[in-house]
């Protein structure tokens, strides 16, 4: 068991503070989610609990021990982090790239292990991409790519998984094909799974707990059904909402502009 929480975080970038007092704990083996408009800081967050920023204030605990005082290793074999538009090489295969979410687990001049290698094809299966191993990136569409970046983090073989964004630029159906494997994973894995989303109505979809950040504070946290609500929508985000449905017992919202 895994335990991911915030303490107090502040940061700060020059005078500007970017996030202000966040505490909150990332639900074990749940989907979380991070909401809120354009600037709010929700990115900065997930950065910040994935120790790819350190606050000015406050602390990241991950299983009790603060996160800026633990080697990058031993973070890297506990939590992983897929990061918005990942970039890499276009002349490397995806089977290349999965073995790189092995490092964590290997020493300084070590090889590939069996180990390794039964990660990395556990991961490509579970990704369905054994057909594509030997493809190269720039050989794939965009819905391929994503799933050989989110292989290469299940291959740490982590108990936390954190994304930015992991449906942004992707058409919906590739949406709805991340999203589903994450769910998959979550369920079958037990992966607890935090991401960044803009897409309201998925992130109630998919999301077991949602934190809606706004203007670098933790506006409101909870389910779904009893954290999303028209003032709330209509107070965060300045949309008029005119209609709320249900799917799978989860609220659904249609928008529009305030300006008529």
């Known amino acids: 068991m895994v335990n991911l929480t915030g303490q107090n975080i502040d940061l700060?970038?020059?005078p500007k503070k970017i996030l202000r007092d966040i505490s909150l704990e990332v639900p074990y083996e749940k989907i979380s989610v991070i909401i809120g408009p354009n600037g709010?800081?929700?990115?900065?967050?997930?950065?910040t609990l994935a120790r790819i920023l350190k606050p000015n204030k406050g602390n990241i605990l991950l299983d009790g021990k603060d996160i800026n005082r633990s080697s990058s290793k031993e973070i890297a074999q506990k939590l992983s982090l897929m990061p918005q538009s990942p970039s890499s090489p276009e002349d490397i295969t995806v089977r290349d790239l999965v073995f790189f979410g092995r490092h964590p687990h290997q020493g300084a001049f070590s090889r590939n292990t069996k180990k390794d290698t039964d990660a990395v094809e556990r991961a490509l299966a579970l990704t369905k991409l054994e057909s594509l191993k030997k493809r190269f990136?720039?050989?794939?569409?965009?819905?391929?790519?994503?799933?050989?970046?989110?292989?290469?983090?299940?291959?740490?073989?982590?108990?936390?998984?954190?994304l930015d964004e992991p449906t942004t630029y992707l058409d919906l159906h590739y949406q709805f094909e991340i999203l589903?494997?994450?769910?998959?994973?979550?369920?079958?894995?037990?992966l607890t799974v935090m991401m960044v989303l803009h897409d309201l109505n998925l992130a109630s979809l998919y999301g077991d707990y949602l934190f809606v950040v706004n203007e670098g504070k933790l506006y409101a946290e909870g389910k779904p059904e009893e954290c999303l609500s028209k003032g709330l929508l209509?107070?965060?985000?300045?949309?008029?909402?005119?209609?709320?449905?249900?799917?799978?017992?989860?609220?659904?919202?249609i928008f529009s502009s305030n300006v008529h």
């Open 12 to 14: 700060k970038f020059g």
């Open 40 to 47: 709010s800081g929700k990115s900065t967050l997930l950065k």
């Open 137 to 162: 990136l720039h050989q794939l569409s965009g819905g391929q790519r994503q799933r050989a970046w989110l292989a290469m983090a299940l291959a740490q073989e982590t108990d936390v998984i954190l």
């Open 180 to 190: 589903d494997l994450l769910k998959v994973l979550n369920l079958e894995k037990k």
């Open 234 to 253: 209509e107070d965060v985000f300045k949309v008029q909402v005119h209609e709320t449905m249900t799917t799978r017992g989860k609220p659904q919202f």
